[in-house]
DNA sequence: GGAAATTTGTTCGTATGTATA
DNA sequence: TTATACATACGAACAAATTTC
């Protein structure tokens, strides 16, 4: 996620940025990183963490919540499901 | 490569809005139209004034946070600091 | 005490320009 | 051409901290 000194672009066989970024905040959900009920950093938060933009950001959160880890909440942010509160789509 | 060594943003020729916003707070911090210990502008002062969205603004605000001339309380505004109190980040 | 207004914080949605595969 | 990705920019709504009445 660091590595922007090549091509913006993921290299044949990387895989995209947004699903890298919900890999890693997916992980640090389940090691406890971010613990059920808390909120998670601000959008702006992880582009400066991850050096990639806010599409990207907003595309992994979405993933999140696909996956049912997180909810969102408009103004304020988005927190961390308790593991038995989990409903994942699709 | 071609002819496209320069920046890929913004095109050649145009500054940023927000470059151009905190270089003129930065201005008027600097001649005393805003003077230690006062409040700067509401953003929404700003974006009135300016034209420009929130958005640059708090962009803005945020560099000359980076700089170190301003500090910013939630709820409150951001007030310019004295130069003994200023740490530029990075 | 409480309600309203002000101000910053955050998210949502959208659009454009640039670049790469 | 299309999809991915980054940077910038606009507008809107809602939330939270603070101040004011």
Do not use: N
């Not at 913006?8 to 947004?18: D, E, Q, S």
């Not at 919900?22 to 400066?48: K, V």
């Amino acid at each position: 996620m660091t590595d922007h000194d090549g091509p913006r672009f993921p290299p044949r066989g990387r895989r995209l940025v947004w699903v890298m970024l919900a890999d890693e905040i997916a992980a640090r959900i389940e090691d406890g990183t971010y613990p059920p009920e808390s909120r998670l950093p601000a959008e702006t938060e992880f582009t400066a963490e991850f050096g990639c933009s806010r599409e990207s950001v907003r595309r992994a959160v979405k993933e999140l919540r696909r996956r049912g880890l997180i909810e969102t909440v408009p103004g304020k942010g988005s927190f961390v499901l308790p593991p038995e509160e989990r409903h994942p789509q699709a």
